[in-house]
């Protein structure tokens, strides 16, 4: 069971969408965990065996109710005073950065590993997967999911405006052979009433073939941003771990209003929704 | 004077052309024809150049909004004619049909071009300010415009009217002396439980919720206001320069949005879409836009620019050239993330990025909710300050001011100064830095708020300010007042400007702020308490003229003369737009520009 939740802009709710799936297969008692190819952050988190992963991940997995390991976030890159610093399988190592297809065979390594130990692996992919000046270095989005088949949801944040477009802009974007995977789409950070959406969510659903999952009110969870060059915070303490676990808990039991979660799982057990 | 003989001396010289050096001009806008500086045609009475207005001395024909006789072609044109007709009286008939022969052969519309935004924050303000610059100084007449803008940050125009300040700002970037209420004929000001109040053509119009807005007003009074402005910006100016709102692409609610493609139409503007790339996505944002549009809509599209760029815009070409192919709409360049401050436009946008930690002297801004008309603290961004804006009662003891802004609901943000223990951490602050309060914040200051009828609050109200001042705010007596005034600071006598807009007044035993020239003499404003450094005031814009903004930073004892501007607001504005000007000029493709966006103008 696979499913990779990618986002039309970056901070459209990818982490926290992934994070709250997690603990849903894990409240019907399927063992999952998280996975992010790769991590562009200065922030980040160190892990028992000693690697360093990208705090979402790290919060992802307590969310699942496992202790964060390497192969969730193989590929962590950090800057590092104006330098890229590039850790793999959590070590840090000298290499080609620029060498994307050595870099997404390591990404696909680790993943096939969690697929082997986990009923579920709950995928997020980096920034919008519908850069296309990028699109040969993508590693974290499309190039990662159609290599291993994972059906893919889109996030988008409504709070900016242009979602639509957003959506539409990127499916019409994701190369033909691989439109096959993205199979519905999420509106996040939404204040108002659906019924007005409704028109807008219709003709998105008509035009690509997509469904939309959910439409989500702004979630307020305290979770870390990932992608600012803040300071580096290494650990949490327990009640902040207690506190976040706590916070998705209460959104899951009204989730269902928001996010329809059992057709996400017909999706992620690879039969249509 | 003797107008007549002006013009018997203007007819008999012929064509001037522009007189920038006058030290009255620009009259009516930069660039601008003077070679008829007295109208021969004075007063046409012609309504589509001028108006009747009523002044303290009676009716007057104005002419305040006309550009036609200041257009060089025009100029010439009649110049021409008088020549061969051998006028030389200025009462000669024959110089009525003159006016209507330029106006047949000259006043065309003029060329609307309208900036549309992927997202919200894509940049179409700075855009439509950069591009009303940009073709001001090439010596055309052009004016910004929105037809729908959501903004609590106001300001009133010389005739009275209320919009939105950002199209002000832009007003000044085209080089306008008289801006009016067609530039932004809607304004929304949102309020508390979803009501929304909405202005129209610069007046109140009514209190709205969302529903009855676009079901009701909309469809009628709504598009009716915008097809009249523009309309009527288009008959004045060469360009019209219009801003969308939001998105365009919102396709649930397409056929209710008069801000975007409906004004394009009505306008029959050319369309140019700015994307913000900071937040990843911008190609696909840019293509889901324009293939959201329908067809005669996106027709409409001809240019796209890619926005806030931090690094280097090769990296975009590719991308940029797959889009063109996809879409078959130009890319006019890539616009670089701009370091210089630039005026807020809503509260949406105020964030942590608003906070400048470096500066010498810190000023504390109490966050109220609803928090209106804080472009009133954009001088400062110019000066060694940091501007914080902040709800932690903590930070009050470190600030070296403190300003208590502007509020929608000044009784629910005393409120919530009450709940959240602000109250008595700006309170402790008396006396030791200077604290001000500015309309909403001027009143939280006063000893009793009262609200018999409910006019601020809803439901009627009477309650205790913080109580700084010796001093009763009321709502009852139905004043709501809007006017740019001017006077003096009152402790140095040094000039100063501002403009008032609010409901309630502050019936006041302190001693008055400033003094105003008004036409029925002076007239005090404001409270002062100088032993405790207490001040307060209606009027905004405050810190635009330097005399208050030194006065308030020297109080700190951490102004150093040589450290902090002594500029106009109004100047450092104007330089402003000048460098936006120069970063769009660099950065866009200026030929592609001008042959798509300017050719069919004039």
Sequence with gaps: MNIIFLGTSSNAGKTLISALFCRYLRS???????FKALNLSSRSFVTDDGSEIGVGQALQAWASDIRPNGRMNPVLMKADGGKIKVIVNGAR??????????????????????????EAVVAEGSGSPAEINLRDHDVANMNFASSRNIPAILVGDIEKGGVFAGIYGTWLLTEEKNRHLMKGFIINKYYGDKEILKSGIGRIEELTGMRCLGVIPYIDVSLPEEDTFGSAKEGYSDIEIDAFIASLDSIIEN??????????????????? | MDCLKKVREELERGWTGPNPDCEYGPCH???QDCTYCFCPFYPCGDEELGENITTPKGKIWSCMQCHHIHRTPVCKYIASRVKELNITDPEDPRLRGLLNE?????????????????TSDAGKSIAVAALCRIISRKGYSVTPMKTQNMSLNSMITSDGSEIASIQMLQAKAAQLRHPDHNINPILLKPMKNGMTQVIVNGKHFGDMDVDSYYNEFVPSEGIDAVKKSIGILRKRYEFVIMEGAGSPAEINIYDKDIANMRAAETADADCILIVNVQWGGAFAYALGTIELLPPNDRKRIKGIIFNN????????????????????????????????????????TLGSSDTNDEGKIRICVVKLPKIANFTDLDPLYHENVSVIYTDEPKDMKDADVIIIPGTKDTTDALRWMRSSGMDDAVKAMKGIVPI???????????????????????????AEGLGLFSATVRWDTGTCKRAVVSGTLAVTGEDMSGYEVHSGETVTDESPLFELRTKDGPVNEGSVRYDEKLFGTYL???????????????????????????????????????KLADVFERSLNMNVFEKIFMGGGQ
């Design chain 1, 28 to 34: 019907k008692m399927i063992m999952v965990s998280p």
């Design chain 1, 93 to 118: 190592e000298n290499i080609d950065t620029s060498d994307r297809g050595s870099l997404l065979s390591r990404a696909l390594w680790s993943f096939d590993e969690l697929s082997d130990m986990f």
């Design chain 1, 255 to 273: 989730i269902t209003e928001h996010i329809d979660m059992e057709a996400l799982v017909r999706i992620a057990s690879g039969s249509s929704a």
């Design chain 2, 29 to 31: 806008y930069y660039g």
């Design chain 2, 102 to 118: 330029s106006k047949d052969k000259f006043m065309v519309p003029g060329k609307a071009i309208m900036v549309v935004g992927a």
């Design chain 2, 309 to 348: 760029l931090r690094g280097d815009p090769s990296s975009l070409k590719d991308g940029a050239k797959e889009l063109e192919r996809l879409t078959g709409v130009p890319v006019l360049g890539i616009i670089p993330h701009i370091g210089i401050p630039l005026p807020r436009e809503d509260s949406l």
């Design chain 2, 436 to 462: 001000i309060g500015i309309c909403g914040g001027y009143q939280i200051m006063c000893g009793t708020l009262n609200d018999p009828l409910g006019i601020e609050g809803g439901v009627p109200s009477s």
């Design chain 2, 540 to 578: 905004h814009g405050i810190f635009d003229a330097p005399a208050f903004r030194r006065y308030i930073l020297k109080m700190t004892g951490k102004y150093v003369t040589s450290e902090f501007s002594d500029m106009h607001y109004s100047d450092v504005l104007d330089d402003t737009m000048d």
